[in-house]
């Protein structure tokens, strides 16, 4: 008898512990309900004033050749990317040149006919876009650098701005390459930067926001998150909006780097922790658009902090949202791509991309583009998709990490190791 008490006790017990450990598993793992409070909160549908727009019809022949710069990660300051004015550029197109440029992470930046380029490892470089010719490079890291993730840098009035891992700030003249001024904040950084008429805006992974005097690199103040900041920020209305690794959103004034409003989140373990934010904020319609490691993309009221709607892929929502006529289009790290209502965040089409993604979607013209990492140490590729329908309509066999972007009515293609800069028909 005594034995048989025992042994049901013992039962008890186990069974006690199983089902504890089920509801341990259960709560850790369970992902948070949606928000859906985008049909009340402010939203104003309108284009976005900083897309890409066709040339002016006061220009030279070799201005108009120039067509629109591309000159931060994003397209604008308020990381859109948009350039769905720029219709000339769709497929089929034709290689025109392609080149060796070292490990591409992110994608270049755009400007009169030269494109300049940030590999890992510290390289930059300044191409032709229409020859390829190499203008100048420069390394900016030691020889045999193993330092990786230099994100994409920004070009504005003739001086190309960049972060670095070393610790440093870079301010480059576009023209030769030569450092303008360099600026040491001690923290490595991946974030691209934004720029206004006054101040350069970079984050660093200590979770330090700063605003940097363009002209000299002095700084002209600091914000400190309670995470770090591997984005860059997005800039739109003289406010400055980011995520950190906490799972915090910011909103700074520009001016001075006081904060306007700070947002939590708790997607992840039934409410009880967050997840990260890697991707980069992209601001319209008075909302801000973000991916974040809990799987959920946010749209958050740009003037509140409120959190508008969520939607939650399947897998993190790792990289940045593009923002285009009315929709929203994210990707997953598992492949998932989607196009989203940007009011309301329903869903509008979706599709399983051959393989997992880190890159970001970008609308170019009448397409949307987008990379996938490819199979296992090999090459990714670039398909672009009808936006309204989600058809697939062209897909190139390069791609990996970053997005194409947009340059002298060219498509241009970062592929893992190698840059391609592809003509429409004529």
């Known amino acids: 008898m005594r034995r048989r008490t025992i042994l049901t006790i ?65 397209l604008s300051d308020a990381r859109t990317r948009d350039a769905s004015s720029d219709t000339t550029i769709h497929p089929p197109y034709h290689v025109q040149w392609s080149a060796a440029v070292g490990f591409l992470e992110y994608p270049p930046v755009y400007a009169k006919g030269v494109l300049y380029l940030y590999a ?155 997840g990260s934010f890697f991707s980069t904020p992209a601001v319209a319609y008075g909302r801000v658009y973000i991916g974040n490691t809990d799987d959920k993309v946010y749209s958050f009221d740009a003037a509140t902090g409120q959190v508008a709607w969520t939607y939650t892929m399947p897998d993190w929502a790792y990289g940045s949202p593009a923002v285009s006529n009315g929709r929203v289009y994210v990707t997953s790290f598992n492949g998932t791509f989607a196009a989203l209502n940007a009011r309301t965040g329903a869903l509008l089409w979706s599709h399983d991309l051959p393989n997992g993604t880190l890159a970001s979607p970008v609308v170019i013209g009448h397409y949307v583009y987008v990379a996938d990492l490819g199979p296992k140490s090999g090459k990714g590729r670039v398909t672009a998709y009808n936006p309204v329908s989600g058809r697939q309509e062209w897909q190139f066999n390069d791609g990996k990490y970053a997005t194409p972007i947009a340059a002298a009515g060219r498509l241009v293609v970062s592929g893992a190791t190698h840059v391609y800069v592809l003509r429409p028909p004529k």
């Open 10 to 74: 013992g039962a008890a017990v186990v069974l006690l512990l199983v089902v504890g450990a089920a509801a341990a598993y259960w709560v850790v793992n369970r992902r948070t309900a949606d928000v859906h409070n985008g049909d009340k909160l402010p939203f104003t549908l309108t284009s976005d004033p900083t897309s890409s727009a066709p040339p002016s019809t006061h220009t030279t022949p070799s201005q108009r050749a120039w067509g629109p710069s591309w000159p931060v990660y994003g």
């Open 120 to 274: 890992n490892g510290g390289f930059v470089s300044a191409r032709d876009v229409f020859t390829g010719k190499v203008l100048w490079t420069r390394s900016l890291l030691p020889k045999n650098s193993q330092l990786l993730g230099q994100g994409s840098p920004a070009i504005h009035g003739g001086v190309l701005y960049l972060g670095a891992r070393n610790g440093h700030i870079y301010a480059l003249s576009a023209r030769t390459g030569r450092t303008v001024w360099d600026t040491y904040v001690g923290a490595t950084m991946e974030s691209s930067p934004a720029f206004d008429s006054r101040f350069l805006y970079m984050a660093d992974q200590n979770g330090v926001v700063r605003a940097l005097y363009l002209g000299n690199g002095h700084v002209a103040w600091s914000f400190h998150a309670g995470g770090e900041v591997k984005h860059g920020p997005a800039v739109v209305g003289g406010k400055v909006y980011f995520g950190d690794y906490a799972g915090a959103m910011y909103c700074l004034h520009a001016s001075n780097g006081h904060q306007i409003w700070h947002s939590t989140t708790d997607g992840l373990s039934s409410g009880l922790r967050s």
